[in-house]
């Protein structure tokens, strides 16, 4: 039996893609696959999917939407630092648990300071 995936993203977290033919592209996470390891994004990985002709649809054609990607091709995205971030989790004083964002040290002194200044 396979082992059901565990994540940090969440649906409608906001993340950036890593790796594939839309690396750089930032969507909404519309929904995560745990059984096949693969997460969907709003206007992300774009396919043509064939409509049959029925009852209600009377002309068929073709519809574009959004399939699904590997999970490890995308990276949450903060907003402050405009970058990936990886997710972590701290208990607060009261026990309770939270995200975190790692943030990696910056070469260049002008990304150190928006990050300093968004936290």
């Known amino acids: 039996m396979k082992k059901k995936l565990r994540t940090k993203l969440k649906v409608d977290d ?32 774009i396919v043509k999917k064939a409509l049959k002709k029925t009852r209600e649809n009377q002309a068929g054609g073709m519809r574009d939407q959004e399939a699904p990607i590997h999970i490890s091709n995308v990276m949450y995205y ?24 790692k943030i990696r040290q910056h070469a260049k ?10 936290q």
């Open 78 to 101: 903060h907003a402050p630092s405009k970058r990936g971030v990886r997710i972590g989790y701290k208990r607060d004083e009261n026990g309770k648990k939270e995200r975190i964002f």
């Open 109 to 118: 002194k002008e990304d150190a300071q928006a990050v300093k200044t968004a």
């Open 14 to 45: 906001q993340v950036i893609v890593i790796s594939g033919k839309d690396k750089g592209k930032i969507g909404k996470v519309l929904s995560i696959h745990s059984n096949t390891t693969s997460i969907v994004i709003e206007g992300v990985n």
